[in-house]
């Protein structure tokens, strides 16, 4: 029987198994936390404490008015030392709260279960999903509860639980579905009654057999919700690709998952919303995998929102002598990262450090014309001219051959023998359109 799937896509070496039999452990406490602002699609949000302040865990510290935006809270008790300008993970500027834990961990006022989930109507859920601050945590890191409201005329049919976890390396999300199968059930029918869907599925890739079987067994007795297998194939866990794969829905071109009556999570996303309404935590810690060879003792680890990927490598034993290069997020769609002084955010599922031996370190080449990077892409565009206009800020050719469609999943620059760096390139083009739509 053949496996549900989307055209075109990927099939790069996957390197799970350095951490996928690896069981979740806690990171030691940091000496210090910074706490990024921008930790979101949208408006960052503005410190509500200051230098000297003493905080608690969970404690609201930062929070903005803008609907697209969601708080951020204190992952450890301890005082405030300074309010600083650091780099996110893409480079770019945004304050954040340095907070020195203390070995108190205070737990803030409110922190409280909310009661029976048969008991909060879908507007309560959304509020303790905004409270709470959760975003996507599958590395799009987009506002819970405003994907959670539904705009007017539009229904949702399907939740569709991302179970993917396609980018090669990591391997936090299939770690949840062994360790935490009832919280990822529970936040999924938070999930589907804060949206009003009948059905839910959740969607695995066939290299996590064992998922999928705890997760089958965890859904027997749940009424509308089922499990789906993929095939192993990138970009799987991209929202069109998934869409397509288990529903044989097309995401119509510039328009959203709602369109056709489907809103997709995180698996990791879901269990923070569980935790949020069976015990009040809002999102102050989560599991990323640090991995690669390049790492001594790659593993799956719990740890605060702000601890640095200095502390991260330290758990890991430390980085091996010919450590290279240091990507926060896996290998397709993460980020290089220029020192060890970056901090975990929401949306951090792992911290991939590479060897001169893996990687391509050959300068790009001409293009040959193989058309290997139009077989592979799964929006079905042509990378080798997007890439070409952007280089030549051609604004028009750009538009027409619709670069805001491409996904970002880097299966171009993957594929291209010449080593161009397509996806790199087409970013880069799809600012400047952005960027000029505006101005007009
Ligand atoms: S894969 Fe690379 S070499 Fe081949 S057509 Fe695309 S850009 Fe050119
Ligand atoms: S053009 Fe965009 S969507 Fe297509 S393969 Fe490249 S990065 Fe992916």
């Known amino acids: 029987m053949s496996l549900l799937t989307f055209k075109q896509g990927i099939h790069p070496d996957y390197n799970k198994n350095l951490t996928s039999d690896k069981p979740f452990k806690k990171a030691a406490r940091p000496e210090m936390l910074t706490i990024l602002m921008q930790q979101h699609i949208g408006a960052p949000c503005k410190p509500l404490v200051k230098k000297g302040d003493h905080v608690d865990l969970g404690q609201k510290i930062a929070d903005s008015d803008s609907f697209v935006s969601a708080p951020i809270h204190a992952s450890a008790s301890g005082s405030v030392k300074e309010i600083k300008k650091v780099l996110t993970a893409d480079g770019r500027q945004c304050d954040a709260v340095v907070i020195e834990p203390d070995d108190e961990d205070w737990l803030a006022e409110g922190i409280v279960p909310y009661g029976a989930l048969e008991d909060l109507s879908p507007e309560s859920i959304r509020k303790i999903v905004r409270d709470a601050g959760i ?23 399907y939740l569709v639980l991302n179970g993917a976890e396609c980018e090669p390396y990591l391997t936090v999300d299939h770690r949840m579905m062994l360790e935490r199968p009832d919280a990822v059930v529970y936040g999924m029918k938070a999930l589907m009654k804060a949206i009003g869907a009948r059905k839910g599925i959740i969607a695995i ?43 044989d829905r097309e995401v119509p071109m510039g328009g959203l998952p709602i369109d056709i009556g489907v809103v997709v ?26 991995t690669g060879r390049g790492v001594r003792e790659p593993l799956n680890l719990i740890c605060p929102i702000g601890i640095s990927v200095r502390d991260l490598i330290a758990e890991a034993g430390g980085l091996t002598d010919d450590a290279v290069k240091v990507i926060m997020g896996g290998p397709m769609t993460g980020f290089a990262q220029p020192s060890l002084d970056s901090y975990v955010v929401k949306g951090t599922s792992g911290i991939l450090v590479l060897t001169e031996e893996e990687l391509d370190l050959n300068p790009p080449r001409p293009c040959i014309r193989c058309a290997r990077c139009v077989d592979v892409c799964p929006q079905f565009l042509l990378p080798l001219n997007l890439a070409r206009y952007a280089e030549h800020g051609m604004l028009e050719e750009m538009e027409r051959y619709r670069i805001l469609n491409c996904i970002e999943c880097g299966s171009c620059s993957y594929i291209c023998p010449a080593n161009r760096p397509l996806m790199q390139y087409i970013k880069l083009g799809k600012a400047e359109v952005m960027a000029n739509r505006r101005n007009q």
């Open 135 to 157: 975003v996507g945590m599958g590395g799009a890191m987009f506002p819970t509860h405003v994907k959670l409201t539904i705009p007017e005329g539009k229904k949702a049919e």
């Open 205 to 247: 890739d066939d290299n996590k057999p064992d998922a999928v079987k705890v997760m089958e067994e965890s859904v027997l007795s749940e009424e509308g919700i089922e499990v789906k297998v993929m095939e192993t194939k990138y970009p799987q866990g991209g929202e069109k690709m998934l869409i397509k794969a288990v529903l």
């Open 265 to 290: 999570n995180n698996i990791s996303t879901a269990v923070a919303v569980a935790d949020a309404i069976t015990k009040g935590m809002p999102l102050v810690e989560r599991t990323v995998t640090v």
